[in-house]
């Protein structure tokens, strides 16, 4: 059952009736209202006992039933060409349509609504899914160090413990960052303050760095960098972060990725190189776009909501100036899970530096 | 007619200054000019940051509340919650109201506001005016370097002249009255705090120079701000 949020995107004035007959919920105004007398006494009877598909109510407007779950969504004082036949007095912005036109919209209209709450239950699912097991590290970790200093141990490893929990508590501030992001659009307008780019990758590198060992993983980084951009500064962490998310998500085990910061023709240059899902000629110029996942990355088994990338793209071009780009290595290429075909690829953003 | 030429007196400009600020940055290390900045919290819960802040030589001092605007007198940068303070004064815009508040009696301060709920109309109004802005949970390095940045945007005299510049031109100083003025303050810079002092106000003396554009000049050299662009 759709949100009645989503359900108010159509423009169609309707009526939502519950299995015992009662209208639970109703959209009377919008881009066509509704006639009166498409809600006369009689005219609501009808609407409330009407069957999926297509009739006509006591005043001779054009109604349409379709079932939504155990309810009907039902639209009435529809005009529609050779089935309505009400004569009365008609309103300057009456709409005629055929059915096949009604139609089409309302089945485009469901598609979209459809696709609307499978991205967003597949955004919550991804981030449920890893913020719990970010958190039950960080609790298995914990529970680690906490017996080790009742044990009277002292020294490196439970040094080495809390710094693991450090790192983790910063993935987990980032996830909460992505989603903060998501959902809310006035971040975009914080101040901006100076950035120092090859930091926020390096401190990056480091939390991330536990989690890829622990998945097999080389976590490298290379080069020096010591300009600054302008940002936003939690929503800079986000750039590291979903670059090296997404390569540490799809690499093969065993493999390594790199993360290179470096300044070239006055700018400061991120690249993160990784083997990764082989994405088609037609699928590289949609790889920014919301909820595109290559076939390859489907493939291959790894959850993912298509999110990440094009989050990325809006942070580093509409928010830092930069830009952002997908490069892979089409001449090698080897076969992983599930048969999947994978290359070496390479997400590069570019930034503008200011003086310190 | 060359001669003539140089002989005319130059007026200095407020770019002549960046070098000597550079200087500065250069022989003064960020530890020095943490010490020197007086920053406040205004926050009704325990801000888990200060001790480490502390610890990097930050000068924090915490007031729960603001019940009076003149409690931030003596701060250079003010940190200020979203959520929970300035509800005595608006119940709805909260710490965002303070922040307007703060930065209308106070524009020359810098004021990062900081908050741990994202979606929220305080944000709006708060980025409207604010200088910074964090989330409650930024690490300490962050915390830091957002800091450092906000000491050195202060310490820095043609930041701070940049500024004044608009707002006397607001009040109707005229280009010629603001360029006699920034000569004055640039000529004397170098040789200090007072003599720089001095040498505003008799230049403001000599301009005749209207009661809110003094207004505005006293309000800077009396200020904190003022104190800092001198090492």
Redesign the interface.
């Known amino acids: 059952m759709p949100s009645i949020e989503l359900l108010e995107t159509i423009v169609f004035p309707w009526l939502l009736i519950d299995s015992g007959g009662a209208i639970v919920h109703q959209k009377i105004a919008g881009l066509f209202p509704i006639p009166p007398n498409a809600v006369s006494e009689k005219s609501l009877e009808h609407c409330i006992r009407a069957i999926p598909g297509w009739s006509k109510c006591p005043t001779g407007f054009s109604v349409f039933c379709v079932r939504i779950a155990d309810q009907k969504l039902v639209f009435p004082g529809l005009r529609i060409l050779k089935h309505t036949d009400f004569h009365g007095k008609q309103p300057e912005k009456a709409v005629w349509l055929t059915q096949q036109e009604f139609q089409d919209y309302l089945s485009r209209a469901f598609l979209r609504i459809g696709k609307i709450e499978a991205q967003t239950s597949e955004i919550v699912a991804t981030n449920v899914h890893d913020i719990r097991r970010i958190s039950t590290d960080i609790y298995n970790a914990t529970v680690k160090l906490i017996e080790r200093l009742d044990a009277g141990v002292v020294g490196n490893v439970p040094l080495e413990i809390a710094k693991n929990i450090d790192a983790l508590t910063d993935l987990l501030r980032n996830r909460i960052n992505f989603i903060d992001y998501l959902s809310n659009p006035l971040l975009n307008d914080a101040p901006r303050s100076r950035i120092k780019v090859y930091n926020k990758f390096h401190k990056l590198w480091k939390s991330m760095k536990p989690t890829a060992e622990a998945r097999g993983l080389t976590l490298r980084m290379t080069g020096q960098s010591e300009s600054y951009t302008q940002g936003i500064s939690n929503l800079f962490d986000l750039i590291p972060y979903l670059m090296l998310d997404n390569a540490v998500k799809y690499s093969p085990k065993k493999e390594t990725v790199t993360i290179s910061v470096q300044e070239n023709e006055g700018k400061i240059v991120c690249r993160v190189t990784n083997w990764g899902p082989l994405l088609s000629e037609d699928e590289r110029s949609m790889i920014f776009l919301p909820g595109f996942r290559g076939s390859s990355a489907v493939s291959s088994g790894v959850a993912g909501s298509g999110a990440g990338l094009a989050t990325l793209l809006r942070i580093v071009k509409d928010i830092h100036d930069g830009e952002l780009t997908f490069t892979q290595d089409d001449t090698r290429i080897v076969s992983g899970d599930n048969d999947t075909p994978y290359v070496i690829t390479h997400v590069d953003a570019v930034f503008g530096k200011i003086s310190s | 007619m060359l001669n003539w030429l140089k002989k005319r007196p130059q007026l200095l400009s407020i770019g002549d200054l960046q070098e000597s600020y550079k200087e500065r940055m250069q022989s003064e290390r960020p530890i020095q000019r943490r010490r020197s900045v007086e920053i406040a919290v205004i926050d009704d819960e325990v801000f888990q940051p200060a001790e480490a802040l502390r610890a990097n030589q930050f000068q924090i001092t915490i007031l729960k509340d603001l019940s009076d605007i003149r409690m931030i007198d003596r701060f250079a940068i003010i940190l200020c919650d979203l959520h929970g303070v300035g509800s005595q004064l608006n119940a709805i815009q909260q710490g965002a109201h303070l922040i307007r508040e703060i930065k209308s009696n106070y524009p020359e301060k810098y004021v990062i506001a900081y908050t741990s709920t ?3 109309p305080l ?2 109004a708060a ?1 409207a005016v ?6 409650k ?3 300490i ?2 915390w830091v ?2 800091l450092d ?1 906000a000491v050195d945007t202060l310490v820095n005299p043609v930041n701070v002249w940049k500024k004044y510049r608009v707002r006397l031109l607001d009040v109707g100083v005229t280009p010629s009255e603001l360029a006699a003025l920034e000569h004055a303050f640039v000529a004397a810079f170098n040789k200090g705090q007072i003599e720089t002092k001095n040498r505003v106000e008799k230049t403001m003396t000599d301009l005749a120079l209207s009661a809110d554009v003094r207004a505005i000049i006293n309000g800077l050299i009396s200020s904190v701000i003022f104190k800092l662009l001198f090492p």
Do not use: H, K, V
Request: glycine letters at 10%; proline letters at 0%; aromatic letters at 10%.
């Open positions: 994202g979606q929220s944000l709006q980025f604010c200088d910074g802005y964090l989330s949970d930024t690490r390095e962050d370097s957002e940045s």
